[in-house]
């Protein structure tokens, strides 16, 4: 109502379909960026060339079909059974995974699931070194995906597969360990013998 109707218009019709020029950027996490990064490389618009196994534009749609569908599904099914700290956290996740394009910028809507992962840590825990560099690892720019100006570099896919690719498994991993905070949050509380 504030924007008015030709705003979400020129959206829909200009802004949506500009972007699929960039979902195969490097710097894209998405679970759909991850898919189009290894099998249907744009390389447009950025000074990396991205050498794929085989090119298949019909494998990212179906790859990315399954990806981003396992992830939500599972995601609605753990978010009804959480609290509400955690099902938020699982969301801002699932949602990140499941966007056509997740900036590495994007990744500071993370904060939130950390400190729940970090809270539920526990003191002198040794997990404490694995989340740090989670950490590091989510927020870090990858320094491979842009190089510097006027250079062109190509990488083949065994590089996208690893270096490239380690921020969305980063939201991976922080998805699982949400999962793995809520399946522990219903764990009945153990009997304890009685006093006598």
């Given at each position: 109502m504030v924007l008015g109707t030709e705003a979400h218009l020129d959206y829909f019709s200009l802004v949506m379909p500009s972007l699929q020029n960039y979902v195969g950027d490097p710097v894209n996490c998405s679970l759909r960026g991850h898919?189009?990064?290894?099998?249907?490389?744009?390389?447009?618009?950025?000074?990396?060339?991205?050498?794929?196994?085989?090119?298949?534009?019909?494998?990212?749609?179906?790859?990315?079909?399954?990806?981003?569908?396992?992830?939500?599904l599972a995601g609605l099914?753990?978010?009804?059974?959480?609290?509400v700290d955690l099902s938020h956290a699982l969301a801002w996740v699932v949602m990140l995974l499941a966007s056509p394009i997740a900036w590495d910028h994007y990744l500071i809507l993370l904060v939130f699931p950390l400190i729940?992962?970090?809270?539920?840590?526990?003191?002198?825990?040794?997990?404490?070194?694995l989340l740090l560099i989670l950490i590091i690892c989510v927020q870090a720019r990858n320094p491979y995906s842009h190089p510097s100006e006027g250079v062109i570099r190509t990488f083949h896919w065994p590089f996208t597969v690893t270096i490239l690719s380690y921020q969305t498994y980063a939201l991976l991993a922080?998805?699982?360990?949400?999962?793995?905070?809520?399946?522990?949050?219903?764990?009945?509380?153990?009997?304890?013998?009685?006093?006598?």
């Open positions: 898919w189009t990064k290894l099998f249907n490389p744009s390389n447009n618009a950025i000074e990396v060339t991205l050498i794929p196994p085989i090119h298949s534009p019909l494998l990212v749609k179906i790859l990315s079909g399954i990806s981003i569908a396992t992830v939500v099914w753990y978010c009804r059974k959480a609290s729940l992962i970090w809270r539920n840590l526990g003191p002198g825990s040794r997990w404490g070194i922080t998805g699982l360990w949400m999962v793995f905070l809520i399946r522990h949050e219903d764990r009945p509380p153990k009997n304890l013998p009685d006093e006598a």
